[in-house]
């Protein structure tokens, strides 16, 4: 199965009736076995299912990207044995992302599979809203219950500079669509952007409320090679609550969606103001999520190089989810006890691009 195509075809023979493979060792495992040497609990993984994308954001990407072979991607098989392991061992939240999951063929039976994995408590998609308008009542068959979309910007000329290829207008029908289709907690998430969207922060908050959707506004992190210089655009958490509050009431919310989050209310209104701030407000002492790539390398922490590599394990035991179990214990050894964006501004560390960890 490729997973470059943007159109969506019935589920071929191959996938038809998979379940993970089972051993001794995959019984039901006691909550709270993902436990790092800091005592933080994992109970949320980021799944990866393709690096590809039909956008090429510029904080993402770079321009001419070369994307990985077919044999160098997990199948949608072995997302699913990944998915499942995590979930036998205690992880109740699942996120697919990509690159752009939705456009991965079969994507839907992927994600109806998840959903019916006994212990997971909520599967949840990241995309960047491009192919809304087809996948969104599938979506909800499908199981999924929440939906972050990207949104950067409210002008169609700006939102084709930061995509370099992208239509805003595809995205506000699949924003529409999705809301048709009955999902109740979609999100909006903005990378802040100085001199790129910081002057539209106030319009998105706004828009946000008229549509009584939730937003998120990210500090840009320094990942791959796109990632030198960010020190000129970066647009901090509090900057962006100040402007916020020339025009809103904000009022702090003990709320949490089970990320990294901290989130805000504005009084009368459906809508919650988040802020993930990796530079001014380090959340790493209550982190508790990994990330697995479209290749299959477990990172136990966005900022930092370490993995474990679970694409072999994968193949070398196609009847034996064993070993890919023991490995994702291990990998709670690896995990850091934190990441220092700030230090790498101008010179990052992680040179890895976001469309290759997952976003």
């Given at each position: 199965?490729?997973?470059?195509?943007l159109?969506?075809e019935?589920?071929?023979?191959?996938?038809?009736?998979?379940?993970?493979?089972?051993?001794?060792?995959?019984?039901?495992?006691?909550?709270?076995?993902?436990?790092?040497?800091?005592?933080?609990?994992?109970t949320y993984?980021?799944?990866?299912?393709?690096d590809?994308?039909?956008?090429?954001?510029?904080?993402?990407?770079?321009?001419?990207?070369?994307?990985?072979?077919?044999?160098?991607?997990?199948?949608?098989?072995?997302?699913?044995?990944?998915?499942?392991?995590?979930?036998?061992?205690?992880?109740?939240?699942?996120?697919?992302?990509?690159?752009?999951?939705?456009?991965?063929?079969?994507?839907?039976?992927?994600?109806?599979?998840?959903?019916?994995?006994?212990?997971?408590?909520?599967?949840?998609?990241t995309?960047?809203?491009?192919?809304?308008?087809?996948?969104?009542?599938?979506?909800?068959?499908?199981?999924?219950?929440r939906?972050?979309?990207?949104?950067?910007?409210?002008?169609?000329?700006?939102?084709?500079?930061?995509?370099?290829?992208?239509?805003?207008a595809?995205?506000?029908?699949?924003?529409?669509?999705?809301?048709a289709?009955?999902?109740?907690?979609?999100?909006?998430?903005?990378?802040?952007?100085?001199?790129?969207?910081?002057?539209?922060?106030?319009?998105?908050?706004?828009?946000?409320?008229?549509?009584?959707?939730?937003?998120?506004?990210?500090?840009?992190?320094?990942?791959?090679?796109?990632?030198?210089?960010?020190?000129?655009?970066?647009?901090?958490?509090?900057?962006?609550?100040?402007?916020?509050?020339?025009?809103?009431?904000?009022?702090?919310?003990?709320?949490?969606?089970?990320?990294?989050?901290?989130?805000?209310?504005?009084?009368?209104?459906?809508?919650?103001?988040?802020?993930?701030?990796?530079?001014?407000?380090?959340f790493?002492?209550?982190?508790?999520r990994?990330?697995?790539?479209?290749?299959?390398?477990?990172?136990?922490?966005?900022?930092?190089?370490?993995?474990?590599?679970?694409?072999?394990?994968?193949?070398?035991?196609?009847?034996?989810?064993?070993?890919?179990?023991?490995?994702?214990?291990?990998?709670?050894?690896?995990?850091?006890?934190?990441?220092?964006?700030?230090s790498?501004?101008?010179?990052?560390?992680?040179?890895?691009?976001?469309?290759?960890?997952?976003?």
């Amino acid at each position: 199965m490729r997973n470059d195509s943007l159109s969506p075809e019935a589920v071929p023979d191959s996938l038809a009736g998979f379940r993970p493979p089972t051993s001794p060792a995959t019984s039901r495992h006691a909550d709270g076995t993902l436990v790092d040497k800091y005592g933080r609990h994992v109970t949320y993984i980021r799944l990866s299912i393709t690096d590809r994308c039909d956008f090429r954001c510029s904080y993402c990407m770079a321009e001419e990207m070369t994307f990985l072979p077919r044999a160098q991607v997990l199948t949608l098989e072995e997302c699913l044995r990944i998915a499942s392991t995590f979930v036998d061992l205690g992880v109740t939240k699942v996120r697919v992302t990509g690159g752009e999951p939705l456009v991965r063929k079969n994507v839907l039976w992927l994600l109806e599979e998840i959903a019916g994995l006994g212990g997971l408590k909520e599967l949840v998609i990241t995309t960047n809203g491009s192919q809304l308008d087809r996948f969104a009542p599938g979506l909800r068959t499908a199981g999924v219950k929440r939906i972050n979309i990207s949104l950067d910007t409210l002008r169609a000329d700006r939102f084709r500079a930061i995509t370099r290829v992208g239509d805003l207008a595809s995205v506000l029908r699949g924003l529409d669509a999705a809301q048709a289709a009955g999902f109740q907690r979609l999100k909006l998430n903005t990378v802040m952007m100085r001199g790129s969207n910081d002057d539209e922060l106030v319009d998105l908050v706004q828009f946000a409320v008229d549509r009584a959707i939730d937003i998120s506004f990210i500090e840009e992190m320094p990942l791959g090679e796109i990632g030198h210089g960010r020190q000129s655009t970066y647009f901090s958490s509090e900057e962006a609550m100040a402007l916020l509050e020339q025009r809103f009431v904000l009022l702090p919310s003990t709320e949490s969606s089970g990320g990294p989050a901290r989130y805000w209310r504005i009084p009368g209104t459906a809508t919650r103001v988040g802020f993930i701030s990796p530079h001014s407000h380090n959340f790493c002492d209550s982190c508790n999520r990994v990330r697995i790539t479209a290749r299959g390398e477990l990172y136990p922490c966005l900022g930092n190089n370490d993995a474990s590599q679970l694409l072999p394990l994968l193949r070398a035991h196609p009847s034996d989810d064993g070993p890919l179990r023991a490995a994702i214990v291990h990998s709670m050894g690896i995990k850091a006890k934190g990441h220092d964006f700030t230090s790498q501004m101008d010179a990052p560390q992680v040179v890895r691009f976001m469309s290759m960890t997952g976003g």
